[in-house]
């Protein structure tokens, strides 16, 4: 297939923003982030180059886990406003060209749900098939568990009806019966409502848990998941025809291809990249490029229709399970050597400033790199301006402090008495006397002013989004130089990382390429620098260095 025939794939391009309702901007004053408050900053978004915007959960919910713990999938938390304000956020983002997608958990509700106050009434109640029961105890061993330090099982005794029900995440979050029709019609009753009210998509929250098999006794085992994905995905598509469904799937990457829908692509269209992201750390600990070479050379080639998604941090633990456990013991030693900044013997509950002691060049470089490999970066609010975590906030709540806007009182995310905010703000070096947005985009050497070039020099290159992927041969361990490929429009662009904190001098040779190429720094200037006789070219890198360079052939216009 060619990239002509396949219509509007906005997504293999865009520039993806996640935020936190509760956490990004207090419109009213009452000490919450609100959707009013976000409509207020969409004009913000679109001057950093944020094409589409990701909202974390803002359901009615529990609160017992950040929003994911749902009691209605079809309104807005009274907190942070109303489905009239949501319309009008949506409306506000397209008129300045940014889509908006919605965190969407069809794994499992709160225990507050409606469906499952019902479901544990009685075992014959019309909505107990909603969930997953069993009249005997199932085994469970703590490698089933995802939060360990909460939970020592994924089955809990329902003690009305005396049978268990799973859940693999908190024992208030029930795991839903993807496999009951009338759960998948609730699903696609609950995504066409949104798409209805003008969402461009959904990020689906821990996919692979919804089709996990758990050993229920009895339980019949004739239900497909990559048919039921094809089916979710056909029905999207029918209702929004350029809807993009992007999937949490942390798992290694031949599954990940079941998950994208094996070579005809008929899944999810984005997934993101885990493994890409864990050896990236790998990598930035050692000095060495290697671990994130290998990584990039076992990458599956993607049906076209499908996309990586590209992210440095998101909005849980740095995860690192992927990883083995004498690789994750050095990741914790660089950057997370205290206890307390670990979390589930799996990962780190901080950001990158501080996890590199606020070196700009190795943050500068860690998001060149993202931005620079095919696929669609995703940003976590606050990464624009070097935000980093609080220690003192339980959990993986750490990194979900509130946005700091300005230097003044609650960083200008709230007027409300700082007691009423949803968590404490970051302080010291990393807080909001420190870092926030007001100061950065008045100085152009800020770090917000080289993340809005580097977004802006991704968007002028939109063929990085369509392109394929090789690691160049050279001779330093610490480099990782790339050329990205897309061969309908005969585009190169090669990329220059220097993981050591050593300078060098990088030796390339690009034999295919015609006489008279030259290759074009996007990063410094638009200088050019030609290939001898032999397309050989060599470039100096500093530490922690970084380039761009646009194949210019000579029969290709000039680049502006």
Known sequence: MRKSDT?????????????????????????????????????????LGVTCLWLMPFYPTARKDDGYDIVDFFAVDPRLGTLGDFVELVRTAKASGIRVIIDFVMNHTSDAHPW??????????PYRDY??????????????????????SIWELDPKTGEWYLHHFYKHQPDLNIENPKVQEEISRTLGFWLQLGVA????????????????????????????????????????????????????????????????GDGLNMQFDFIGMQNLFLSLARGDAGPLTKALEQRPTLDITSQWANFVRNHDELTLDKLSDDERAEVFEAFGPDPDMQL??????????SMLGGDTRRMKMAYSLAFSMPGSPVLFYGEEIGMAENLDVEGRFAVRTPMQ????????????????????????????????????????????????????TYRQQPEIGWSTVQVLDQPHSAVLAHVCREDESNWAMVALHNFGAD??????????????????????????????????VEFSLPPYGYRWLRVRKPEDDPII
């Open 344 to 353: 589930y013997g799996r990962g780190l509950r901080r950001r990158l400033p």
């Open 7 to 47: 219509g509007d794939l906005w997504w293999k391009n865009a520039v993806f923003y996640c935020a936190d309702v509760e956490t990004f901007y207090d419109w009213n004053g009452d000490g919450c982030g609100d959707l009013r408050g976000m409509s207020e900053r969409i004009e913000y978004l679109a001057d």
């Open 201 to 264: 998509g959904f990020r689906v929250d821990a996919v692979p848990f919804l089709f996990a098999k758990d050993g229920v006794p009895g339980k019949p085992d004739g239900f497909d998941p990559a048919q039921y994905l094809g089916d979710l995905r056909n029905f999207v598509t029918r209702r929004v025809g350029d809807a993009v469904l992007l999937g949490e799937v942390n798992v290694d990457y031949e599954q990940q291809k079941e998950f994208f829908g094996g070579p005809d």
């Open 131 to 152: 969930y997953v029961w069993s009249a005997t105890e199932p085994e469970s061993s703590p490698k089933d568990v995802v939060f360990p330090d909460q939970e020592d």
């Open 503 to 536: 300078g060098c001098l990088v030796p390339l040779t690009l034999d295919d390429l015609p006489p008279g190429s030259v290759l074009v720094d996007l990063l410094d200037g638009l200088s050019e620098h030609e290939l001898d006789a032999s397309c050989r």
């Open 116 to 125: 499952f106050k019902s479901a544990r009434r009685s075992t014959d109640d």
């Open 405 to 456: 806007w300005t230097g003044d009182v609650n960083g200008g995310f709230s007027k409300a008495a700082k007691r009423r905010l949803p968590r404490p703000m970051t302080d010291g070096l990393y807080g909001p006397d420190h870092v926030n947005a007001a100061d950065q985009r008045h100085d152009h050497g800020s770090f917000w002013w080289f993340m809005r070039n580097l977004i802006y």
